[in-house]
């Protein structure tokens, strides 16, 4: 018996199997695509939090004020030295003259009193911007440290960085440990959906096993039935999950109080998404079906 002839064989007798049990086997289709649904929205939800906490982390600055007893060249000549702290990605200089500006430019229901203070009323400063928001502290110390700064003239919201870190770690905590639960849960679902389509064949188990077939013989079917119904549940997942995030993405802009989430195109994602939820499809249904057929095998 040629090989070819057994994959023909064993994917005949798959979708033979799909057919026959034809309610059993929409609902294994329906228990996938609603567990790679859920799997699939708590994942969505923790990459654009850790999106939209990666831009508030951009915008996120720490002000080096520099000593005021330094001229502005010299502020200016401290660069090369800040820019080499580990942890900095970008430095911007802003005179004593610019920052009054700003000062002065929120402050204009106070105008009358701004216009006295002298051009020397601030100090220069550098707006830094750091690469990992979680090491804000040490960089502010490392700042502190350069000649020409000082202890205690590096402002960084180091709390509202904290809790940042916070919120991102437990979004990402949170959605790992559901997806690893509903794993769990859909190979438990689908291993009890397909075991019930095998009670039913478990005489011709016994028969083929006493027959002289092999227990690899009489999985594969079991298999490619398993597998058919894994992917087709994360097609139609992946076809619903488009849906419900573009609608998702409609409120989030339509709606203010969501103004601050930056959610990410699903069609930038969809390739990732695609492979994602037909590799899960998959396992769920070979591991189903292979959970279920073992305790036929045993004759």
Known sequence: MSRRFDAGYYISEGFHSIFTHGFMSFAAVCMIVACLLIMGS??????????????LENENEMLVYIESSLSEEEARALQPTLSQVENVAQL?????????????????NNAALMDDLPDDTLRHRYRVHVVDIERMAETQA??????????????????????F???RNIATGVAMVLVGILLVISLFIIANTIKLATFYRREEIAIMKMCGATDGFIE?????????LGLSGA??????????????????????????????????MAATILAVFCAVGAVIGVGGSLLAIRKFLQV
């Open 142 to 163: 490392a700042l502190e440290a350069v000649e020409g700064v000082g202890e205690g003239n590096v402002r960084a919201a180091i709390d509202i960085a904290d809790g």
């Open 235 to 268: 097609l139609i997942a992946f076809l619903a999950q488009w849906g419900l995030y573009q609608m998702v993405a409609k409120l989030a802009i339509q709606g203010n109080g969501l103004s601050l989430v930056n959610m990410l195109s699903y069609s930038s």
């Open 42 to 55: 708590f994942t969505l939800l923790a990459v654009n939090l850790d999106n939209t906490l990666g831009d």
């Open 92 to 108: 911007t200089f802003v005179t004593r003259e610019a920052a009054l500006k700003d000062f002065k430019a929120k402050h204009e």
């Open 220 to 228: 594969w079917p079991f298999v490619v039935e398993g597998m058919i």
């Open 165 to 167: 870190v916070l919120v």
